[in-house]
């Protein structure tokens, strides 16, 4: 089976401070990784993927992630963040033996000003 | 390039009446599924196609129906309406349904069921 947690349903910054949105897995294979965004009333958006190579890996908007495999983790993290950054977090994980993906339950980002 | 579409964005039905959310992209696109949203439960996949004439049914399958006869298009049936299917509806689609592909997520559609 595979499995993915956001340990954190809101996650708090203030503007121009870095920030980190947490993901862990669980697959019995190796992991393809990604993370979308969701802004209000919106569609959700791609924002990168990991799938093999460089451990670290840029996306969309500045955002970047580490693929951890000792911690099992991909955390989301974004060296400045920016007000417009404040919406909804999808961590989501496929085990190279499946062919769906699974969803985590969200993490809400606030960017205060 | 319209992307995927959803129609419509609002509905509202009474329990066990029947409704067909609409699907439709043109990229072009093999892989299609619909997802459902619920606050604190994130995305639920409800059924997915790999191609025409090929269904296949998600972690939350029961009470909806799918069918895909062509690329562009993957209606979700609901056949007799709860109101435990009150939520928010994606369609998305993907070049390969390998789970290497960026999935293009259409705008939603808010369902309540009374």
């Known amino acids: 089976a595979q499995s993915v947690a956001q340990p954190e349903d809101q996650v708090n910054v203030a503007e121009g401070n870095p920030l980190t949105v947490k993901c862990t897995y669980s697959?019995?294979?190796?992991?393809?990784l990604f993370w979308y965004v969701q802004y209000p009333n919106r569609g959700l958006q791609f924002l990168l993927k990991?799938?093999?190579?460089?451990?670290l890996v840029k996306g969309s908007y500045g955002f970047e992630a580490e693929f951890n495999k000792s911690q099992t983790s991909f955390h989301l993290k974004k060296p400045s963040a920016l007000v417009s950054d404040s919406a909804l977090y999808f961590c989501?994980?496929?085990?190279?033996?499946?062919?769906?993906?699974?969803f985590g339950k969200g993490t809400m980002l606030l960017v205060s000003p | 390039n319209a992307g995927v579409t959803q129609t419509p964005k609002f509905q509202v039905l009474k329990t066990g009446q029947s409704m067909t959310l609409q699907c439709a992209q043109d990229?072009?696109?093999?892989?299609m599924s619909w997802y459902r949203q619920d606050p604190g439960m994130g995305l639920r996949l409800i059924h997915y196609?790999?191609?025409?004439?090929?269904?296949d049914q998600g972690e939350v399958p029961n009470g909806y129906n799918v069918s895909r006869s062509t690329t562009e298009d993957f209606p979700l049936r609901l056949l007799s309406a709860a109101p435990s299917q009150t939520s928010v509806y994606f369609c998305?689609?993907?070049?390969?349904?390998?789970?290497?592909?960026?999935?293009?997520f259409g705008p939603g559609t808010r369902l309540t069921v009374l």
């Open positions: 990229m072009n696109h093999e892989y």
């Open positions: 989501a994980v496929r085990d190279r033996g499946y062919s769906t993906l699974t």
């Open positions: 697959v019995s294979g190796n992991p393809y």
């Open positions: 998305a689609s993907s070049y390969s349904g390998l789970g290497l592909d960026t999935q293009y």
């Open positions: 990991y799938i093999t190579g460089d451990n």
């Open positions: 196609s790999v191609g025409a004439g090929i269904t």
